[in-house]
């Protein structure tokens, strides 16, 4: 079993930035592949970035070159970065993770329980 804890959510203005992280524990070897998702109230979950690998990396279009994916493995923890936010980022975000690498589509095993993300105009 995997635990994924999210933090770093909050209110920004547009333009502005904000750091996800998401903490894993427990069988960490489950969480070799890790990626955020997002999704709003009646839409399905977006893949947003993924990551396999230092060298390998994932991001939807809508997120390129304003979001950053990093992960710490001496710590378990997964990183976005998100800078020059713009209203349409509002969501919930959420960490997952498997030891199999599913991309940017929504087949992780394990899930976070979410952190909002308000991004206003």
């Known amino acids: 079993q995997v635990q994924l804890v999210e933090s770093g959510g909050g209110s920004v203005q547009a333009g502005g930035s904000l750091r996800l992280s998401c903490a894993a524990s427990?069988?960490?070897?489950?969480?070799?592949?890790m990626g955020w998702f997002r999704q709003v109230p009646g839409k399905e979950r977006e893949g947003v970035a993924a990551?396999?690998?230092?060298?390998?990396?994932s991001y939807a279009d809508s997120v390129k070159g304003r979001f950053t994916i990093s992960k710490d493995n001496a710590k378990n923890t997964l990183y976005l970065q998100m800078n020059s936010l713009k209203p349409e980022d509002t969501a919930m975000y959420y960490c997952?993770?498997?030891?199999?690498?599913?991309?940017?589509?929504?087949?992780?095993?394990?899930w976070g329980q979410g952190t909002q993300v308000t991004v206003s105009s």
């Open positions: 990551f396999r690998n230092i060298g390998s990396k």
């Open positions: 427990g069988d960490t070897y489950s969480a070799t592949y």
């Open positions: 997952a993770a498997d030891r199999v690498y599913w991309v940017l589509t929504p087949g992780y095993k394990y």
